[in-house]
């Protein structure tokens, strides 16, 4: 069965660095397209970052360019997800979640594209 484990969430002080981890198990062919997510208390799930299947195509959130990182080892089936200069408003749950994508020049923001998704894992900013 496919799983995504997420892990790294915690508690950072505002301008603070965190990353986070998404291990997958259980896929019965090469991990694909996969996605970060995450959504605040009272607020609507919003897309963060995704990398293609090779790692070679990566795009970002608007409004978080410049400080989240994503990065991929498919040798060890990992995703990465580097968070830097963190405020309050990243506050939130963390999900990775994999996608069927099928191309490797780009990777979906659209959460229906994603059909397996991690727990999640907490991050919190407050000082």
Aim: proline content about 4%.
């Amino acid at each position: 069965q496919a799983q995504l484990v997420e892990s790294g969430g915690g508690l950072v002080q505002p301008g603070g660095s965190l990353g986070l981890s998404c291990a997958a198990s259980g896929f019965t062919s090469d991990l694909d397209a996969v996605g970060w997510f995450r959504q605040a208390p009272g607020k609507a799930r919003e897309w963060v970052s995704c990398t293609s299947r090779s790692g070679h195509s990566t795009h970002y959130a608007n409004s978080l360019k410049g400080r989240f990182t994503i990065s991929r080892d498919n040798a060890k089936n990992i995703v990465y997800l580097r968070m830097n200069d963190l405020n309050v408003d990243d506050t939130a749950v963390y999900y990775c979640a994999a996608a069927p994508w099928g191309v490797d020049s780009s990777c979906p923001p659209e959460a229906y594209e994603y059909d397996v998704w991690g727990q999640g894992t907490q991050v919190t900013v407050s000082s």
